[in-house]
């Protein structure tokens, strides 16, 4: 798939929260698999990150794995942005937790 194609799928909100995990995993030198779910009714991001799978959604994201099964939603949230940075800012906590039990 090209990479128009999969930004044409994909909402404004999941190109930056994919970019800016992107950021965040090129920073701290992880590898990061990511893929899309293309469904009937919506597309979702997914990047597995060692243990971990994020799910990034039109309108929410989702951390799951290695006990971990944290969600965030819409209505937990006064915007879109403040919902992707927190998200961001878990994800980034949670792989730096890792890192340093390592």
Do not use: H
Not at 2 to 31: H, P, W, Y
Not at 38 to 64: F, L, N
Not at 69 to 80: G, M, V
């Amino acid at each position: 798939m090209t990479e128009g194609k999969r930004i044409a799928m994909l909402n404004e909100f999941q190109v930056e929260t994919e970019a800016k995990l992107k950021d965040v995993l090129s920073f701290k030198q992880i590898a990061g698999n990511f893929k899309i779910d293309a469904g009937q009714e919506e597309s979702a991001t997914i990047a597995t990150i060692g243990p971990y799978v994020c799910w990034i959604y039109p309108d929410g994201a989702d951390v799951s794995g290695d006990g971990i099964d944290k969600r965030f939603e819409i209505y937990d949230y006064d915007s879109l942005k403040q919902l992707q940075m927190a998200f961001i800012q878990f994800v980034d906590q949670l792989l730096s937790r890792k890192s340093d039990a390592v």
